[in-house]
């Protein structure tokens, strides 16, 4: 019954090196996300994506880029990374259908930068 | 400016005891309204949602919600907690954007 995938829950990576965090959703869902988690800051939106190809920034983009090529997948992109990209990162899909929608997460993928 | 506030940071409550978890927020409009819980290194599952209609909501596991737009709250609750509802939670606020604010969440820790 899983929706939305992250298919790496755990990733330690060397500064400076280009990382992908890869998010698969099955529910036909227009909408992703990539959000950041840190302790006591909540969830902080990175980027999202409304479309196939469309990107918006969120609050905190800077250092990340994303890829939206086919519906289902939206991938996150550190392509420097740094220590202080170590967190916590989860990907969201929601659908456009009506209102406001639920938010479907990820199990959340965590990242150390060393 | 929107925001949404979880004045609790961490809350120990005993096995069996009542549980309030309390979300404030400023926004200009109308809010959807949720709350998720995360357990430990896991994602977010969805607890409850306010959308319209009545004001008290009732969600997964037990808990209910009450939205007081008088106090622009919208309180978390549940009448007797489990072992098994230790776990982060968090209060969200959307609208028909694709902006959702998140607090920064309370951790709850269930004393045997």
């Known amino acids: 019954d899983v929706k939305v995938t992250q298919s790496s829950r755990y990733l330690v990576k060397r500064t400076g090196e280009k990382v992908f965090l890869e998010c698969v959703q099955d529910?036909?869902?227009?909408?992703m996300f990539w959000y950041r988690q840190d302790p006591g800051l909540g969830l902080r939106l990175i980027y999202f994506?409304?479309?196939?190809?469309?990107?918006e920034k969120g609050d905190i983009p800077e250092g990340y880029s994303v890829s939206r090529e086919k519906k289902e997948r939206f991938s996150l992109i550190l392509e420097s990374a740094s220590t202080n990209q170590t967190s916590m990162y989860l990907c969201?899909?929601?659908?456009?259908?009506?209102?406001?929608?639920?938010?479907?997460f990820g199990a959340g993928s965590r990242l150390t930068v060393l | 400016a929107q925001s949404v506030t979880q004045p609790d940071i961490h809350i120990t409550v005993s096995e069996g005891a009542s549980l309030e978890l309390r979300c404030n927020y400023s926004?200009?409009?109308?809010?959807?309204l949720f709350w998720y819980v995360q357990s430990p290194g896991q994602g977010l599952q969805l607890l409850l949602k306010?959308?319209?209609?009545?004001?008290l909501v009732q969600g997964i596991k037990g808990f209910e919600a009450e939205f007081k737009r008088s106090q622009s709250s919208f309180n978390l609750r549940k009448p007797s907690v489990h072992w098994s509802d230790a776990a982060e939670y968090f209060c969200?606020?959307?609208?028909?954007?694709?902006?959702?604010?998140f607090g920064t969440g309370t951790r709850l820790k269930v004393l045997a």
């Open positions: 969201a899909s929601t659908s456009s259908e009506s209102g406001a929608n639920v938010l479907t």
């Open positions: 529910m036909d869902h227009e909408n």
């Open positions: 994506s409304y479309d196939v190809k469309m990107k």
């Open positions: 926004y200009g409009a109308t809010p959807y």
């Open positions: 306010y959308f319209s209609g009545d004001t």
């Open positions: 969200a606020v959307g609208a028909r954007t694709y902006k959702y604010i």
